[in-house]
């Protein structure tokens, strides 16, 4: 069974510019996690959706968005790129988070470079 | 306030030298303990998960183990292969919603 999908793998820009990022989830997951990796730091929350819809979200600005798609897969935009945005972007997914317990699962992570 | 925290920040161990990592958490309603590996570059990958206090879990050389205000991950004769950053996650309620909370992790090292 495959598992959390991301891509592109690598993605260099440009400050300023935009950038997307997409997820497919483990099937028969609806729940989709977003999290940013800034190299040697932890995992910060940025978004959670399930059912295509937001259900929470993390401390960062507007230029961060995303949307879930009825396929339950999801991508993830970035708006006006600053060059704190470099990371490495992890999506995760689960049988729905609106319940308790579930074991959320990670993708391989898209490394996002702004110059 | 939910807070998960990690400790040692970083261990180096010689192969074959067993110890055991540590993950205190503070966290309202706790539903869920999760263990993941992280090696360099790469995407978290799921260890273990554990519900409720005095749960027990093992796979290969690792084994985890969890309290009403910690887990611990033991190594038990570890092997280079085991070089990772291991990092530990609660999943609580905050305002009616679920929520996971990471910690920092432990960054491990098996020298040969």
């Known amino acids: 069974e495959a598992g959390v999908t991301q891509s592109p793998t690598h993605l260099i820009k440009t400050r300023g510019q935009q950038a997307t990022l997409r997820c497919s989830p483990i099937s028969g997951h609806t729940s989709v996690y977003w999290y940013q990796q800034a190299l040697g730091l932890g995992l910060q929350f940025l978004l959670w959706?399930?059912?295509?819809?937001?259900?929470n979200r993390g401390n960062f600005p507007p230029r961060f968005s995303g949307r879930q798609f009825p396929n339950y897969s999801s991508e993830l935009n970035v708006n006006a790129l600053e060059l704190e945005d470099s990371a490495l972007y992890l999506c995760?997914?689960?049988?729905?988070?609106?319940?308790?317990?579930?074991?959320?699962?990670f993708g391989e992570g898209s490394w996002l470079t702004v110059v | 306030e939910d807070q998960v925290t990690q400790s040692p920040e970083a261990l180096r161990l010689q192969e074959g030298e067993s110890s055991s990592l540590n993950c205190s958490y503070t966290v309202s309603g706790l539903r869920g303990l999760f263990w993941y590996r992280q090696d360099p570059g790469k995407g978290p990958e799921f260890l273990f998960t554990?519900?409720?206090a005095g749960e027990e879990k093992e796979k290969e050389r690792l084994k985890a183990t969890l309290t009403k205000k910690e887990s611990f991950l033991h190594i038990t004769a570890p092997k280079p292969e085991d070089s990772a950053t291991y990092l530990c996650?609660?999943?609580?309620?905050?305002?009616?919603?679920?929520?996971?909370?990471f910690g920092t992790g432990t960054r491990l090292k098996v020298l040969a």
């Open positions: 995760a997914s689960s049988v729905t988070g609106e319940e308790s317990g579930n074991t959320i699962y």
């Open positions: 996650a609660v999943q609580g309620t905050t305002s009616g919603t679920y929520k996971y909370i």
């Open positions: 554990l519900y409720s």
């Open positions: 959706y399930d059912e295509g819809e937001e259900r």
